[in-house]
């Protein structure tokens, strides 16, 4: 079967996907544009896998189906109309939208050659920003409804000698605290199951640096994140010595959907960059790409704001604060924002177990009230 190629192009970056001669859909490169287009045919020979080797965990299938040949962790597991658990997905078809200078949208259909049962792989890239948004659309025509136990956004497949994760973990007053470690074999996780609160433990936003640590400026970077406000899973698992293999989305625990034919399900959006002058690159990439295409005016001004709460938690009064909206002027900073502590009578707020539901202002700390602090407020010029 002739092999096809496709790309997925940015200004510095590009991811290649091609057809094996199984006509699955599989990942040959992410990172950087090579200048002669001829040689990205000849990537896809360095794929080790073999049919009928023992190595089938290296075929680097784009999106990977469980039952099939794949031992890796998949982005996709169905138990189809008939009760069968097992999914084989091959190539049906691409289609590619220029949707305005920047932008070019690429959906690739996947189908399993048995059941009546596709996936649509979204690739919208941003050319300028070096940016790409992935997800799958989900769709079948089988007899009766078809249970999905798990369908990731993406699998994306990265290669080199080691890779370094970076996240961020929290709690209670101790938000995004960054970590890294090297990515040894198996599986690193990073999920929620936490509903309204999905980020208080872990962030769904991670970098991986990949053959060795990388810095602000140097080394090659892969910038991530799940466009989700609700429970995330993203899986990091190495194998092979020279893979790492990134499936991201929603998290599946005790999550299957039921999907009745003709209906589409259609996943969250993960998003990536490639840098390869370090971590800095990689998050003004984002950045851009944020501020133009999903912050309401993320180009325009933006008031700047001095909180009291680092200064004086609950421990102020009338005077400290009208010295903090001087120093607000001061500073050139645009608004005073006034945090936690400021009512409560009968238990007043002087602690974070006191006061909640009590939204009078607190007499003994400000005895002018808090249209006092508004006055002094308008007479330095800012809010």
Request: hydrophobic share 35%.
């Amino acid at each position: 079967m002739a092999q096809k190629h496709f790309r997925i192009e940015t200004k510095n970056n590009i991811l290649l996907l091609s057809t094996d001669n199984e006509n699955a859909l599989v990942s040959d490169y992410f990172g950087k544009r090579i200048a002669d287009i001829g040689e990205y045919p000849a990537i896809s020979t360095l794929d080790k896998f073999k049919p009928g080797s023992d190595d089938l965990y290296n075929k680097r299938e784009a999106y990977i189906p469980s039952g099939s040949t794949n031992l890796l962790e998949p982005a996709l597991s169905v138990t189809h109309a008939d009760g069968n658990k097992s999914t084989v997905l091959v190539f049906e078809k691409i289609q590619e939208q220029q949707l305005d200078a920047n932008r070019k949208l690429t959906i690739i259909t996947l189908k399993d050659p048995k059941y009546n049962f596709q996936v649509n792989l979204n690739y919208l890239s941003y050319f300028e920003e070096d940016v790409v948004e992935q997800w799958a659309e989900i769709s079948h025509r089988e007899k009766g409804a078809v249970t999905l136990n798990k369908y990731a956004s993406a699998n994306l497949t990265l290669t080199g000698r080691k890779f370094f994760l970076k996240n961020q973990h929290s709690s209670a007053m101790r938000e995004m605290r960054s970590e890294e470690q090297e990515l040894l074999h198996g599986i690193r996780t990073l999920d929620s199951k936490l509903g309204t609160r999905t980020n208080l433990l872990h962030s769904s936003s991670f970098m991986v640096s990949v053959n060795g640590p990388s810095s602000e400026e140097t080394g090659e970077v892969i910038a991530g994140s799940l466009e989700w406000s609700g429970n995330f899973k993203l899986d990091f698992e190495t194998f092979d010595d020279y893979f790492l293999r990134i499936t991201a989305g929603i998290n599946n625990f005790s999550s299957n959907y039921t999907l009745k034919p003709s209906e589409r399900f259609i996943t969250p959006r993960f998003v990536y960059t490639y840098s390869q002058q370090g971590k800095g690159l990689a998050s003004r990439n984002l950045h851009n790409w944020a501020r133009k295409y999903q912050l309401a005016d993320g180009k325009g001004d933006r008031s700047t704001l001095l909180n009291n709460w680092e200064t004086t938690y609950f421990d102020f009064n009338d005077q400290k604060l009208k010295e903090l909206v001087q120093d607000t002027k001061k500073l050139g900073v645009d608004v005073f924002l006034l945090d936690d502590g400021w009512f409560g009578n009968k238990y007043p707020r002087n602690g974070a177990n006191a006061g909640l539901g009590d939204w009078d202002f607190n007499k003994q700390k400000l005895k002018s009230g808090i249209a006092g602090i508004g006055k002094e407020a308008t007479a330095q010029g800012i809010k």
